[in-house]
């Protein structure tokens, strides 16, 4: 490609609004534009980046023995209402209705038509598993959109569903895909944690999440000191230990209390306790039936929404309580008691077992309780794991400090189960009995742009982006500095040797400003032909400061050559064997 005819070039700044590294070199090197918050243009350079990317992701799929299909983009409302997903109130459903009345979803995710597609056919167990999988755009009517391509509104994936006959064979199909996304995420030259997360509103038992460290990213995970433990802040486990169990049991009381005393730092200032003395409670209210849900927790930790969530049933449905809420059931911000409201759900921490002697839980402008007891004096509808593990907790064997991580999630892996195949008709396959059994289901998902910018994230220095061999643009940056007959020469050598060339043929373009624009596409390769070079050409990786002079014949016999050669081709993979 001659730079010259290239569609969107380089930018020497960008808006002070864009605030992401990789997101401004991705901007300023020609690879995207914004059309509206959230939904981007992918110009030439960076539409090779994408499909690049896709064809890593297609081989090792295919490799896996998923079988590649697509689904339509619009899914008729009624499949999402047979699993009642169309009134998910935080997912960002958008939906369309077309001139014969008939109401669709833009699909933001497909569990729904690829269980409807594969219901249709009669299969027995005998055709069982398989995995089929689609690259696809996808619809999310995102809050706030942000950091380029890592929060958008439209968006393209790949994502698979597998079908299983039981959690037996699923445990193969299931250890297979993230064998196969760690395979995908080294070619493209990412080392993710694989972090244990929630489902969410997909649905099912557990989950993965893939996730490259980086501080742009919004996933928060914490992980163990020596390595050995890591999960999502929403599932994160840790060691609470017994705060006073040699203290004696005290009579229930109620105390007088200034009425300045409001927070659980107010407490600890007027009754010279630590924080895990006090009792917390946080009320929320469920987005979908007005149920107010009061968590009760110990007043030096946190609630965590996702477990709070799944304890009462609700996956992403709560949210906090307003004054208007509260005044409902008769208290006010500030006020929630632990115990003695009606017509409430309340929610204990296992943390409640931890304290003798708890002050709090039944507060007035004057008075509170002290003394209190979980199961003496109080008990709550459910008693669980709902408490956020932060920095500064260790791990459930009590030994390793837990490290706060941030990330950017590029690929996720979901055992459905029977969710899907047990609320939609039909979704049954034929055993060897002649019974009609549901699927054991999973699925997985990678988004292309979010994993496009998270490389650029990862491989990047101050000058722009080092893309790695098996997705940059092209494979060789040819600039041709006042020589440009050889240089031509050069090119259509090149092409002829099958290489990927971009060929910066501009005239009356000073060096520096080809080799800034050089160093903002990040090709991995770079020759210079100038009068300097005589009959040899510069050779320079992007990643080295320094290039080397080498003749038109060694060229392809160097190893620089060499390595982007071989990756030229991202459809190419070894066989399952040489593993």
Not at 181 to 210: C, Q, W
Not at 234 to 260: H, R
Not at 265 to 284: C, G, I, Q, T
Not at 319 to 331: E, F, K, Q, S, V
């Amino acid at each position: 490609m001659r730079y010259s005819q290239l569609f969107g070039k380089t930018l020497r700044d960008t808006s002070g609004q864009i605030q992401v590294a990789s997101h401004k070199w991705l901007v300023r090197g020609g690879f995207i534009r914004e059309s509206v918050a959230g939904r981007y243009f992918y110009l030439p350079l960076g539409m090779r980046v994408k499909q690049k990317v896709m064809q890593v992701i297609r081989a090792e799929m295919d490799r896996a023995g998923a079988q590649e299909m697509s689904a339509p983009i619009l899914h008729p409302l009624e499949l999402w209402q047979e699993t009642n997903r169309d009134r998910a109130g935080n997912f960002g459903l958008t939906l369309v209705t077309d001139r014969r009345g008939g109401q669709f979803a833009l699909g933001g995710t497909a569990e729904e038509m690829f269980v409807d597609v594969v219901r249709r056919f009669p299969i027995s167990y005998r055709d069982l598993p398989f995995t089929i999988y689609q690259f696809s755009q996808k619809f999310r009517d995102e809050l706030r959109a942000r950091g380029g391509l890592l929060r958008v509104r439209e968006f393209t994936m790949k994502d698979a569903y597998s079908f299983d006959r039981d959690a037996t064979t699923f445990a193969a199909t299931y250890e297979q895909m993230l064998d196969t996304y760690s395979r995908i995420f080294a070619r493209l030259g990412l080392n993710p944690h694989i972090v244990p997360a929630d489902n969410g509103y997909i649905g099912g038992d557990y989950s993965h999440e893939f996730v490259v460290e980086s501080d742009a990213g919004e996933t928060l995970y914490l992980l163990s000191a020596d390595g050995n433990y890591c999960a999502h802040e929403d599932v994160a486990e840790f060691y609470i230990a017994d705060l006073n169990p040699d203290e004696e049991l005290q009579p229930l009381e109620v105390i007088e209390q200034p009425t300045w005393v409001k927070t659980i730092a107010d407490m600890r200032k007027f009754h010279n306790l630590p924080a895990a003395r006090f009792l917390k409670n946080v009320a929320y209210k469920n987005i979908e039936t007005d149920e107010i849900v009061i968590a009760v927790i110990r007043g030096d930790l946190n609630v965590n929404k996702t477990k709070l969530e799944h304890a009462v049933g609700a996956p992403e449905q709560l949210t906090p309580a307003t004054a208007a809420d509260l005044a409902r059931i008769g208290t006010r911000p500030g006020y929630v008691p632990s115990w003695g409201v009606a017509g409430v759900r309340t929610v204990g921490d296992s943390s409640l077992q931890t304290v003798r002697n708890f002050v709090g839980g039944q507060k007035t402008d004057t008075t509170d309780t002290r003394h209190v007891n979980y199961g003496r004096d109080f008990v709550c509808d459910h008693l669980t794991d709902i408490a956020l593990a932060e920095v500064g907790h260790v791990t459930k064997d009590g030994h390793q400090p837990l490290i706060e991580k941030r990330g950017i999630e590029v690929g996720n892996t979901f055992q459905l189960g029977y969710h899907y195949s047990q609320l939609m008709a039909r979704a049954t396959f034929t055993d060897e009995d002649g019974a009609a059994r549901p699927y054991f289901m999973g699925c997985y998902g990678i988004g292309i742009g979010r994993t496009l910018q998270a490389i650029a994230e990862v491989h990047r220095d101050e000058r722009g982006i080092i893309w790695p061999a098996s997705v940059a643009p092209y494979a060789i940056h040819l600039i041709s500095l006042g020589r440009n007959d050889d240089a031509e020469r050069l090119y259509q050598q090149l092409l002829a040797w099958g290489m990927d060339v971009l060929y910066d043929d501009r005239e009356h373009v000073a060096a520096g400003v080809k080799f800034a624009d050089a160093d903002l596409i990040g090709c991995p390769v770079r020759l210079v032909i100038s009068k300097r070079t005589g009959d040899q050409v510069e050779l320079k990786r992007r990643d080295q400061s320094q290039g080397k002079l080498v003749t038109w014949d060694a060229l392809p016999l160097t190893p620089e050559f060499l390595a982007v050669a071989a990756a030229q081709s991202p459809l190419r993979h070894q066989p399952a064997s040489s593993d």
